[in-house]
C-alpha cells in the first residue's frame, strides 16, 4: 500500500506536495535532478568517442579509418577498433494524455504527475547531453518531437508537456506502432500512462518496440484510489472517458474490482517483464526522485546485467 | 361517500411508486467521476441493506399527494347528504298527455285512459313533478309544473286527480307529434339535470298526426312512455263529407265511407236522423270491405234543417254522423252602365249578362243602368261590382267613388275617346288624354302583372296563355297620369290595357279597351268570366266562411268592424272573446254566424279519427323516440342511467374535487419546498474530495 502524499518529505525525498505546487514544470524538473545525480546508464550504440569496446575483424565495406594500424602491423590482421559511446542516447518520452489521467483523488491528477516525471527525465537526461523526444498520445498521436539535444528543444518539449490532457480514451497501440515507424535509430523509450487498457494490445506492439532494439521503460501511473478502492457509499461512477454512468455499490463491487485491477496490473507487469522492458509501477503520492534514482538504480542493475553479456 | 368514476381509484396504487422509490438508495445527486470502469461491473439497483425508508416526511407528503389526486378524479360525493326523495330537483319530471281526441269518445277507452292516468299519479314519488296536458289536434295545459309546485305536498295528487276528473274526451282530431314536441318543450324549460318523463295515454289510432317527430333533438335523459288504451270492440267505419258537383242535384250529397282495417261489419246503411230518433225510414245500405273506402251517394234529404247524415250499423257511433248545412246561395248584384239593347250582340252588354250564370253558392244579377241615371242604388250589401261602360254625368262620380271608397270593385271601360271626361273625374288627378291608339292588325295582351291579386288566379303556366285574344282597337293613355295607378297588363306596343286605381278601400280598374266584338275577341274568350269573377271576389263579400269544418280546426270568422258578432252552436249561443277572428269548434254540429246574411256552417268529426286501426308499430320506431325500456335488462339499464344521472346532480353540485385539487397544489408546494430544504440540507456538511481542482 502506498504513503500518503504529504508524508513523503522526511524519508529524504523531495515532498511531492510541494513539488506539485510549483508551476513550472522545467523548475520542478531542474529541483528533482539537482538534488540527485550521477546518471549511470550505458548506451545500445558502439560509438567512436572516449572509451575501447572491443575489436572486430575487418570486412570489407567497413570504414577503413577505423583499422587500427597498431595491430595490423602487429598482427598482419586487420582490425576495426570500436569504442563505446556515451553521449547520443536517443530517449522517447510516450506520454499518455488520455482523459482517464485527469483523474486524481488528491491535489494533483496522474495527467500532472506523469508531465512531471516526463519533464523531470527529459531534464535529467539533457543534462547529460542525451538526445530527448516526445510523443504525446490519447487515442491517436498528439504531439510527436523527435529526439534532439539542442539548445531550446528542451523549453519546446516542455511547452508541449505542459498542454493539458485532453483526448477522450487511451489506445496504447496506435502511438506505439507509429513510434517504431518513426524512429528508426534504437534509443530508450520510456512509456508513461496509466495502462487502462487492453493488455493483449500492449503486449504486441511493446514486443515490436522491443523487437527493432529499443530500450523500454514502463511507468504505470495509477491514484491511490484506483488501487484501494476505498469507497463507502453507493455511487453513481462516471467514466471520463467512456461518458457512462454507472451505479456501483463498492460494498459489493470491490472485491471483484481488486481482483480484476490487480490480475491487469500482474497481466502488464508479466508482459514487461517477457519483453524485457522495465515496469514500474507509480504512485500519486510517491516523490518523484525516489521514482527516478528507483529507475536509474533498476537501469543499473540492467546495464551491468548488459555488461556481463557484452563481455563475456 | 360515493364515487363518480371510481375506476380512478385505482391510481391510487400508483403510492407504490414513491415507497419504492425511497427504498431504493440511488441517490444521484452523489456523482463520482472515476478514470475508468474497465472493472467495475453495473450494479442493480438495490433496496437498502437496512429495508429502512429515508425521508419519511417527504415519503408521507407524495403518497398523501398521489391518494389526493387519485380520489379527486374519483369524483367523490356524499350520497347520504341528500335525500333525493325530499329534493325537488333530484325527483322526476313528468308530463302526462291524455288524448282527448274524437276517436276516445268510443265506448269503455275514455275509462280506461282515465284509470291509466289515475295509475300514472300513484306511481309519482313525493320529490317528482307533474304536469298534465291534454290534446286532440290542439295541446292545451291542464295542470302546469308551476301550479303542481304552487300546490302544498298533500294537495297536490288530490288536484291533479280533480282535474282529470273534469275533463271529458272531444271531439278534435289528435295531433299526437305537436302533442309530443309541446311536452318535450316544456320539460326543456327549466334547466332539470335529473330524469324526464312523457306518459303517453292516447289510443295510438293511426290517424293521429306523428309530423314534426322525426329527427327532433330529444333533451338528455328524457323517456316517453306510451300507454295505449284498447277498446273493446274493434272496427271502426267512418262518414266523410264530399264537394258537391255543380252539376250534381243538391239534395243527393255525396259521402265517403271508410271501414277501418281491423273492422269486422262490412255492412251498413246510411239514412238521414233527426235528433232522438234512432231508426232511418229512408235508409240505403252500403257494403264497404274492411280497409277500404266506398264513395255513395246520400237519400236525399228531407226538408228541415235537423237532419244528419248518420251510418247505423256501426259499433261506435262517434263518426257516424254527418252535419250538412244547407246550401243558401248568396245574392249579388252588379251594376252596369251602359245604353245598350240586351239583345245587342255588338254591345258589351249582351256579353256581360251572360257571363254569369246562376250557381249553388251565387246568385248573381245584372243590373243595367242608363248613363244619366242617379247612382243611388249602390248601398245594399250585396251590390258587388260596377261596370262603366258608357260616359256618365259628373254629379254621379262621387256616388261611384264612395262605392269604391267602401272596399267595392268599380270597372271603367274606354271604349271609345269619348270616356275621356269620365276617366278624368274618376281619377280626380288632372286631365288624363285619352287617344285612339294605331294598331296594326291586332295587339295582344303581355306584361301580365300576375302578382296583382286580379290575376292571381290566372298564375300558372296552363292558365296565364293571353295571347289567343286579340284586340282591334284600344285606346292609349299616360300611366303617368294616374298617380298610385298600377298597370296589370300592357298591348304588345307598349300601350297600358290594364290598370288598377286604388280608392279608399276598393279598386278602380281602368281596362282601356271595351269587350264587344268590334273592339276585341276579350268576351269571346277563355279569361272573360274568370276575369270578372275574379273582380268581383275583389270586392268584400260575406266573408271567407267555408260550408264545413272540422271539429277542433281553428275558423277564421269574417270581419266586420263595428259589428257584434253572435254565433250560434248545437248546444246554444257561443262566446266569441271580444277581438278574436279565430274560432274552435270543439263540438260537431251546425253554427249560425248571425250578420245582416246569417251564414250556417257545418262542423263534423275530422275523417282521420275514423281510422282507429292502431298505429303500426314500425312507424314509431322509425321515429326514433326515446321509449323507456320495458325487458328486464333494458329496464335496469334505464335505472343504472338513471341512477347515474342523479348521482352526476349531486356530485356536480358538491364539487368535493375542487376542494381536493387545492389541496394536492398545497401539498406540490409543500412537497417542492421539503424536497429542496433536505437537498440543500447536506450541501453545507464538508463535502468529500471527488475530483482535483
Known sequence: MPETQSSTARDGFIDTRTLMQIRSLELRARIVVQGFWNGIHRSPYHGFSVEFSEYRQYVPGDDPRYVDWRVYARSDRYYIKKFEDETNLRCHLLVDQSRSMTFGSGDWTKAEYAHTLAATLAYFLFQQGDAVGLLSFDEGIRDYLPAR???????????????????????????????????????????????????????????????????????????????????????????????????????????????????????????????????????????????????????????????????? | MSFLTPLFLLGGLAIAGPVIFHLIRRNTKEKFTFSSLMFLKADPPRVTRKSKLEDILLLLIRCTLLAVMALAFSRPFFRSKVNPANDPSAGKRVVLLLDTSASMQRKGLWK???????????????????????????????????????????????????????????????????????????????????????????????????????????????????????????????????????????????????????????????????????????????????????????????AGLDWKLTLLDDGHGFDNTLHIAPLTPEPVRIHYIGNEQPDNTEAMRFYLERAFSQTRLQHVNVLTHPPNAALTQLTRPDDRLLIIGDAIKEDHVDHVRNFAETGHSVLLTLKSEAMRGTLTALAKSGPVPLTEARVNKYALLTQLDFEHPLLAPFNEPRFSDFTKIHFWKHRSLDPARLPGARVLARFDDGDPALLDLPIGRGHLFILTCGWQPQDSQLALASKFVPLLYSMLELGESRGSLKANYFAGDPINLPVKPGQTRTLNGPDGKVEIPPGSNIFHAKKPGLYTLQQTQPVTFAVNVSPRESRTAPLALESLDAMNLPFSPKTGQAAKNAQKREQTLIDEQLEKRQKIWRWLIVVAILLVLLETWLGGWLWRKPATAPEPATEAP
Not at chain 1, 504486441?204 to 476505498?230: C, N, Q, S, W, Y
Not at chain 1, 543499473?300 to 563475456?312: F, L, M, V
Not at chain 2, 274526451?169 to 324549460?189: C, D, P, V
Request: charged fraction near 25%; proline fraction near 6%.
Open chain 2, 112 to 302: 280506461m285512459a282515465q284509470d291509466q292516468a289515475r295509475d300514472t299519479l300513484k306511481e309519482l314519488k313525493p320529490a317528482d313533478s307533474l304536469a298534465i296536458l291534454t290534446f286532440d289536434s290542439q295541446t292545451a295545459a291542464l295542470m302546469r309544473f308551476d301550479q303542481w309546485h304552487e300546490l302544498a305536498e298533500p294537495n297536490r295528487l288530490p288536484a291533479a286527480k280533480e282535474s282529470l276528473n273534469a275533463i271529458e274526451a272531444g271531439w278534435g282530431g289528435s295531433h299526437l307529434g305537436n302533442a309530443i314536441l309541446t311536452a318535450a318543450e316544456l320539460l326543456e324549460e327549466n334547466e332539470h339535470v335529473g330524469p324526464k318523463q312523457i306518459v303517453v295515454i292516447t289510443d295510438l289510432q293511426e290517424g293521429s298526426q306523428l309530423e314534426g317527430l322525426q329527427g327532433h333533438d330529444w333533451p338528455q335523459g328524457m323517456q316517453i312512455t306510451l300507454k295505449a288504451v284498447k277498446p273493446d270492440s274493434a272496427g271502426n267505419a267512418g262518414l266523410q263529407l264530399k264537394p258537391l258537383q255543380e252539376t250534381s242535384d243538391a239534395d243527393t250529397q255525396p259521402v265517403r265511407l271508410t271501414n277501418s282495417e281491423d273492422a269486422s261489419n262490412e255492412e251498413f246503411r246510411l239514412g238521414w236522423l233527426k235528433p232522438g230518433q234512432e231508426n232511418s225510414t229512408n235508409a240505403v245500405s252500403v257494403y264497404v270491405p274492411a280497409g277500404q273506402s266506398r264513395t255513395v251517394k246520400a237519400p236525399r234529404r228531407p
Open chain 1, 149 to 312: 539535444n539542442r539548445p531550446g528543444h528542451l523549453r519546446q518539449l516542455m511547452l508541449s508537456l505542459e498542454k493539458p490532457a485532453a483526448g477522450r480514451s487511451t489506445s496504447i497501440a496506435k502511438p506505439l506502432q507509429r513510434i517504431v515507424e518513426l524512429v528508426q535509430k534504437r534509443g530508450l523509450m520510456v512509456l508513461i500512462s496509466d495502462l487502462l487498457a487492453p493488455v493483449d494490445q500492449l503486449e504486441e506492439k511493446l514486443a515490436r518496440l522491443t523487437a527493432t532494439g529499443h530500450d523500454v521503460a514502463v511507468f504505470r501511473i495509477l491514484d491511490p484510489r484506483e488501487i484501494d478502492f476505498d469507497f463507502e457509499d453507493a455511487l453513481l461512477f462516471h467514466d471520463v472517458e467512456s461518458e457512462k454512468d454507472l451505479f456501483i455499490d463498492p460494498a459489493s463491487a470491490k472485491r471483484n474490482y481488486l481482483k480484476r485491477f490487480t490480475e491487469h496490473g500482474d497481466a502488464a507487469r508479466a508482459v514487461c517483464q517477457k519483453l524485457g522492458a522495465d515496469y514500474l509501477p507509480v504512485t500519486l503520492d510517491q516523490p518523484l526522485d525516489q521514482v527516478l534514482s528507483d529507475y536509474l538504480r533498476q537501469r543499473q542493475r540492467r546495464g551491468k546485467n548488459i555488461q556481463r553479456h557484452a563481455n563475456p
